[in-house]
């Protein structure tokens, strides 16, 4: 015996005890399969002494005979409360399966292991257990590290910055993470289960609800949009959502996973930046008008434009003091009842220096007079701005600014209106042919602009108050200096040109250049440049004003710098992109835009696409101006869902999708488009060879069924037994079935469905010419479309029931009519067979019917049900219409 069992009690024949406490062996072979099984083995004592342990035992935990066999089990087991638990459940004569524990080996490791265990017992006393051993240690590592990750894939959906959702078909939440919680002011309960466009802004919704059903639908897989939430408290945020598609393994949409990045401070800033473009724009058409108004209805209607324009307000007013009364002089949109009733109201009174803009953010909370709050209501007005038009500290009128809803002014609006005032103010004394130096020295004093005047050999003869601030010179540091103290080295030359174009009596307009200021540092600023004439007409000196431009150019840098990565970054993507003008005109393409056409587009010149010629996946010619480019330019939309040909100077052709997006300005308007190209001529090809080997391998079954019925028919009719001729006839049949069945899946262009009409047309004409003549067949089918791996189950259960139709449902002469149908049957798909007999019993026949019972198998093959009704005598098999995934799977028959 060898040494790993030496001091083991034997085996007897039977495995029992044999009375006195020993374990009889069966011989040799049992022997040796228990010492060199590749399990590990062993049997413990009702103690819990090892009284005997394999080799494969030992092996595992690493110990010698001597150091494992006649312990007791406890001392390798790392867990005390387990292995008493073991023994106890196995004196109870429980069995163990797989029953997890943790194994101390020689060395000092933890081995994870499942046991499988029973005891075997005499006289109802336990005597000893039989186990085995299963090492499990990796098994147990690769669960921890599985579990390890699953949690960090958890920990990092549920704390990542940005809002992440997962959405079923209808937009229902699925899950969700902590971040959009975050966004949303709301806890996990109250978003799960809910549509995600219950938070979305109502104006939105219908746009992100569109897209939403086209990637369900599957005509896109995934989408970006811009959309404004709405939080548990009422406020707004804006969102960048991406909405991506996760497929199934047939490509059909499961659910989606939708990323939303809060980019309501960007949003804050681009529509900052864009108000602070339209006031100065605003202020830069009123100082253009201005320059050209020759008649005070001039300054009033430049004024009255800037008001509204810069301030976005919905009607405005200017009223000029007028013997110490405030009088209207021009206004827009007020009715002749309401300037009646508020003429001679001012905020201020006359005596009053440096007066300050007043705004009334709500009229209905401001406190006003009743008569005056009344005619503001009665005029429907919300909100009201007084900005005062003073010249030197004292009040000369005033504009005001009128809003329909409440509205309170920001800081920067009221430093608009003030530049407007000033602007208004200065225009009006401009007209003012008595007071129209003083005046407009009170203007060029007061403006934050640098204004400065100098002859014609460029000595300065003003320098206001913007100069001192913007160049750091006073002015009685720079009047009567030449204008070149503040010009650069390098900037020298402009000079004399400037000087010469005055001259000549030209007007210099937003020339853009760099000054020095007293410190020496550079100043970016746009000189707008006018000549001064005497009272002859004759040019004297020229006035300048120069606008401080540094925020624009370092704006314009890094807009520049922008422009120059997106280059890059577009230059980098292994895609053909390209980039038009409003027109359609090429302005940018990328290296792989000049792989796909085959040519190197010209900027400015071609239009709309940067192929050579165009055509649609037919052949036909495609325009360029029809091209899905020129539409997403004409109508202002992304175009999706085209797919086109391209065909390069050389003669070859590209197919590909294009994915045009327009581009717009701050302001909504179309200023471009951007077009992605996606070369898919290898998918093409595959698509090409997967239905040419498709097509053969049907072509072959097709060949193989029919030469197997023939086979069939011919062993049919040279059989001498006529029970071996029934079976095969019966064989050929079903063969013929299922031939008529591959027969329209060949002919069926789609490849994983056929249509129900030509599938029961095909089989019941199979079926009727084993029929006698006298046999009609009815057969009657929906429009409706079957997966593919039900269509031979489904023709063997229709030939079935046929041959059973004939043989028991016809009267004795062999005539009668059978009807066959496939209709669509509240959501599911029903199969009838009528015919014109008594009917039967299913249960009382079944054992007797080998059909029968095949075409049952055959039911649950397909996951459906099979009845039996009479009167009429029908057999109905009903199934759902779904594809294999939905358990429809092939299975084998149970007959």
Not at 291 to 317: F, K, M, N, P, W
Not at 571 to 586: M, V
Not at 688 to 716: G, W, Y
Not at 812 to 836: F, M, P, T, W
């Amino acid at each position: 015996m060898p040494s790993s069992i030496s001091g083991a009690r034997s085996f007897g024949s039977n495995g029992d005890d044999d009375g006195n406490g020993a374990i009889l062996l069966p011989g040799s072979e049992v022997e040796d399969f228990f010492e060199n099984a590749a399990v590990s083995l062993h049997l413990v004592s009702n103690d819990g002494t090892i009284l005997r342990a394999n080799r494969a035992e030992l092996d595992l935990l690493g110990y010698a005979p001597e150091e494992y066999i006649g312990r007791n089990i406890r001392e390798f087991h790392a867990d005390p409360a387990t292995i008493d638990e073991i023994l106890d459940r196995l004196s109870r004569r429980e069995h163990l399966q797989n029953y997890r524990a943790r194994l101390r080996a020689r060395d000092g490791s933890i081995r994870w292991v499942e046991i499988t265990s029973n005891a075997r017992s005499a006289g109802g006393r336990m005597i000893n257990t039989r186990c085995i051993t299963i090492d499990v240690t990796e098994k147990v590592k690769a669960e921890d590290l599985l579990r390890e990750q699953e949690q960090r894939v958890a920990l990092t959906y549920d704390s990542a910055g940005v809002g992440i959702v997962e959405a079923d078909a209808e937009g229902r939440l699925l899950r969700v993470n902590g971040h959009l919680c975050y966004l949303l002011g709301r806890t996990k309960e109250e978003l799960i289960g809910r549509p995600v466009f219950d938070w979305t802004y109502p104006a939105d919704v219908e746009a992100d609800r569109a897209k939403y059903r086209q990637q369900v639908a599957g005509e896109i897989k995934s989408y970006t949009i811009e959309k404004r939430f709405v939080r548990k408290d009422g406020s707004l945020f804006w969102a960048v959502v991406t909405s991506s598609s996760v497929l199934d393994e047939s490509g059909q949409f499961r659910y989606a996973v939708r990323v939303q990045h809060d980019v309501s401070e960007r949003k804050e800033i681009e529509a900052a930046l864009a108000r602070r473009a339209e006031e100065q724009a605003a202020l830069h058409q009123l100082t253009e008008m201005l320059q050209h108004s020759l008649t005070r209805e001039d300054v009033y209607e430049a004024a009255l434009e800037a008001i509204q324009r810069g301030l976005r307000c919905q009607r405005a007013s200017i009223l000029l003091l007028e013997g110490g009364i405030m009088k209207f002089v021009a206004w827009r949109g007020l009715s002749d009842p309401y300037r009646a009733a508020v003429e001679g109201h001012s905020p201020w009174s006359v005596e009053d220096r440096d007066p300050q803009p007043i705004s009334v953010s709500d009229v209905e909370q401001a406190e006003l007079s009743n008569s005056l709050k009344q005619a503001i209501r009665t005029e429907g007005i919300g909100a009201a701005c007084f900005i005062p038009i003073n010249e030197g500290g004292r009040l000369l009128g005033k504009f005001m600014a009128y809003f329909d809803e409440p509205h309170d002014c920001s800081g920067e609006e009221i430093e608009v209106a003030r530049t407007i005032a000033r602007q208004l103010g200065f225009g009006l004394e401009r007209v003012r042919a008595q007071k129209a130096a003083q005046r407009l020295a009170a203007i060029v004093e007061s403006s934050h602009d640098a204004i400065v005047s100098k002859d014609l050999k460029g000595i300065v003869s003003t320098w206001n108050g913007g100069a001192e601030r913007l160049f750091g010179y006073t002015a009685a540091e720079m009047v009567g200096r030449p204008i070149t103290t503040i010009i650069p080295e390098d900037r020298v030359g402009e000079e004399p040109l400037i000087l010469g174009r005055i001259g000549n009596g030209e007007l210099v307009d937003h020339f853009e250049t760099v000054r020095r200021r007293k410190d020496g540092t550079l100043v970016d600023i746009s000189l707008t440049i006018s000549p001064v004439r005497d009272a002859s007409g004759r040019i004297v000196g020229a006035s300048k004003i120069a606008r401080d431009i540094s925020d624009k150019k370092a704006t314009e840098e890094q807009i520049q710098d922008s422009e120059r990565r997106l280059k890059d970054l577009l230059a980098a993507i292994p895609a053909a992109i390209y980039t038009t003008d409003r027109d359609g005109k090429i302005t940018y393409f990328n290296e792989a835009a000049v792989q796909l056409a085959g040519r190197t587009p010209e900027i400015g010149t071609d239009e709309w696409c940067v192929t050579w010629k165009l055509f649609w996946p037919d052949g036909t010619p495609l325009p360029h101006d029809q091209c899905p480019m020129a539409i997403s330019l004409r109508e202002g939309r992304p175009i999706r869902g085209y797919e086109a040909v391209a065909e390069r100077p050389d003669g070859t052709r590209v197919p590909f999708i294009p994915y045009p997006t327009p581009m717009r300005d701050a302001a909504g308007n179309v200023t471009g488009a951007i077009n992605m190209l996606v070369d898919v001529s290898e998918r093409k090809h595959a698509e090409t060879q997967q239905r040419i080997l498709l097509d053969e391998l049907n072509h072959r079954v097709k060949n193989n069924m029919m030469m197997l019925k023939s086979l069939l028919s011919v062993a049919a009719r040279t059989s001498k037994s006529p029970e071996a001729r029934t079976v095969l006839d019966e064989a050929s049949k079903r063969v013929a079935a299922m031939a008529a069945a591959q027969r329209v899946l060949y002919d069926t262009p789609d490849a994983v469905n056929f249509g129900a009409e030509p599938f029961l047309g095909a089989v019941c004409e199979t079926a009727k010419q084993m029929f006698p003549p006298a046999v009609e067949l009815v057969c009657e089918a929906d429009a409706i479309q079957l997966p593919n791996d039900i269509a031979m189950p489904l023709a063997l259960i229709i030939n079935e029931l046929l041959i059973n139709a004939v043989k028991y449902g016809l009267p004795g002469n062999g005539q009668g009519i059978i009807r066959v149908s496939i209709k669509r049957s509240r959501g599911d798909i029903s199969l009838a067979v009528e015919d014109e007999g008594p009917g039967f019993e299913l249960s009382s026949v079944r054992s007797s019917s080998s059909g029968l019972r095949l075409v049952e198998g055959l039911v649950r093959q397909i996951g459906g049900a099979f009845e039996v009704s009479r009167h009429p005598s029908r057999c109905t098999v009903t199934f759902s219409q779904q594809s294999e995934e939905s358990g429809l799977a092939p299975k084998s028959i149970d007959t």
